[in-house]
T-cell receptor
Framework: RKEVEQDPGPFNVPEGATVAFNCTYSNSASQSFFWYRQDCRKEPKLLMSVYSSGNEDGRFTAQLNRASQYISLLIRDSKLSDSATYLCVVNTRDNFNKFYFGSGTKLNVKP | EAGVAQSPRYKIIEKRQSVAFWCNPISGHATLYWYQQILGQGPKLLIQFQNNGVVDDSQLPKDRFSAERLKGVDSTLKIQPAKLEDSAVYLC??????????????FGPGTRLTVL
């Protein structure tokens, strides 16, 4: 079983739409959670960390459900520039700052 | 602040040849990671260093891959001999936090390897 699982998509949405991605993780000892964004042929970059209480950054909202072991990312009012692959990343306490990556969810925002 | 540096950016080699990649992490970052990212997949950890010691190399194909970080700063990853399935982007990342605390990783631009 993979440590982190994501729907690969692609999610094709029109500009202005709201879109949500989910991600599940298998290790209940996981400690920290992140969403990274990866543009085509570029390196991953941190989009936002995910806190237990949920957190929001502009049009982006991240939620964590420890009981069900899933993480979500909600993007409101999608922009063309949001088109990218979104990687769910989990950090596990039982290793030296080891990060597990999902395979990514591809988002295409259309005009 | 300078980011993670990697070289070369692109490399094309024939199978059975050798290749080496170099990474210089962000200054002061104790943890350095090498990932392999195959097209359409998420990054897969090959090896993780804490200073100059290896803390995880469980997914490193040790018959052909090797890596070192001799002075606890920059690192090299070598493939010898390369196979067709090694075609991928090799990403180097670094982070400043230690065990149990988590934190952000910073990635270099990657080296795109094509094995013919």
């Amino acid at each position: 079983r993979k440590e982190v699982e994501q729907d690969p998509g692609p999610f094709n949405v029109p500009e202005g739409a709201t879109v949500a991605f989910n991600c599940t993780y298998s290790n209940s000892a996981s400690q920290s959670f992140f969403w990274y964004r990866q543009d085509c042929r570029k390196e991953p970059k941190l989009l936002m960390s995910v806190y237990s209480s949920g957190n929001e950054d502009g049009r982006f909202t991240a939620q964590l459900n420890r009981a069900s072991q899933y993480i979500s990312l909600l993007i409101r009012d999608s922009k063309l520039s949001d088109s990218a692959t979104y990687l769910c990343v989990v950090n596990t306490r039982d290793n030296f700052n080891k990060f597990y990556f999902g395979s990514g969810t591809k988002l295409n925002v259309k005009p | 602040e300078a980011g993670v540096a990697q070289s070369p950016r692109y490399k094309i080699i024939e199978k059975r040849q050798s290749v080496a990649f170099w990474c210089n992490p962000i200054s002061g970052h104790a943890t350095l990671y090498w990932y392999q990212q195959i097209l359409g997949q998420g990054p897969k950890l090959l090896i993780q260093f804490q200073n100059n010691g290896v803390v995880d190399d469980s997914q490193l194909p040790k018959d052909r891959f090797s890596a070192e970080r001799l002075k606890g700063v920059d690192s090299t990853l070598k493939i010898q001999p390369a196979k067709l399935e090694d075609s991928a982007v090799y990403l180097c990342a670094s982070s400043s936090t230690t065990s149990g605390r988590g934190g952000e990783q910073f990635f270099g631009p990657g080296t795109r390897l094509t094995v013919l």
